[in-house]
């Protein structure tokens, strides 16, 4: 009696495992979209979170004092560029002080713009108590490392971060004077200036048509996930929330 022949085994083809090979990528590439689109989502969260608390921080102060004592302390303190009470990122930035530039977080934290900041929280909110009960109930991730990344590691509690890692910033009711590159526009193309206020962004030839009221507040700015401010296409401010 013959027994029935065996059927050969057969392994994987090299197109089938390319196939399996093609599926698992493509999964891995969505469950890594996902991540990024859940962490950005939770950044952009936190951030409008911290700004919230900044907003707070200058409301308390101004309840007792008003803001005027800031502004003229401000002025004085620091070289105040046109118009006044304004802040001028392009300047501010230079030097190895772009808060963009990941390579040295040192540069991000030192710069013109985050000591007119600390400068703000340390004279004038701080001194306000409910101001240090509400800074000091913010997250330590969400605080100033002093110096950042180095032992000892102790808190600058004057220096909020974003939900990127990035301080956030004072700006005087002058508002946030900027050059906003457009990406679209030449390489060797001068970017056009912009004055941002809380009362709206209008171009820097245009200000005699747009005079400081009492609409333009002071107001704390996050430059968003990259951190540049002179981008300006992520750039989210807390009067806009």
Known sequence: MKTPARHARRGFTLIEILVVIGII??????VVLGFRHIDAVASKRDTVAE???CRDLLTEYEKLNGNSNILNAVAAQFASPMPPYSIDINKLMKNGSDMSDRSNSGARYDSPAVDITRY???N????VPRNRSMVGSLPTKRILESPPNTPPYTIDQTVVLDGWGNPIIFVPPGGLHVNIRDPQAPANSKPPEYIVRTSGTFLVGQIAQHPLSPADRPFFASAGQDGDFTKGEDNIYSFQD
């Open 25 to 30: 990528l493509i999964l891995l590439g969505m």
């Open 51 to 53: 700004l919230h608390v």
């Open 120 to 122: 703000v929280m340390q």
């Open 124 to 127: 004038f909110l701080m001194r």
